[in-house]
């Protein structure tokens, strides 16, 4: 399958956009719209970070777990995800960079490292519902973060 990519644009320069995202925790409160009871453990920031959420999408009850496994300030954070019973390994990345005129360009690349039969078979409406709740989620960060 191939990666889906969105992208934003917010009003924090990248060490503050940065500081933000590295909190796990602050991911619920721009992911929620399709990822609830949320659970976290290991450290709050940085690499060992871990989350676990359930898919709120009909007929699914799917849980994933995610761990961040690479975080270098102010410009990359990259987790790693394992769900639908394992069947589905993700590699999910946020680029953070200066944007021209001030502010930050934030984009967030969602790959496949091992999709489940049902995604493989459906590739584009797999990518399709992706790239839709991961548009909204960086609209609703751009926005958390310009009210920050």
Known sequence: MKPVTVATTVSK???EAYEFLDLLANHERFMDHWLVEWEFSGPRRGVGAKAKARANTVGSQDRTEFE???AEAPSRIVEEGVGNG???HTRG???????PGGGTSISFE???LKASRAERLIPPLSGAF???VNAKAMRR???LLDEV
Do not use: D, M, S
């Not at 990345?93 to 944007?99: G, H």
């Open 141 to 143: 960060l751009a926005k």
């Open 130 to 132: 992706v790239r839709r």
């Open 86 to 88: 394992g069947k589905r």
């Open 13 to 15: 320069p990248p060490p």
């Open 68 to 70: 961040v496994v690479e």
């Open 93 to 99: 990345t946020y680029r953070l960079e200066e944007a």
């Open 110 to 112: 969602l790959e496949w």
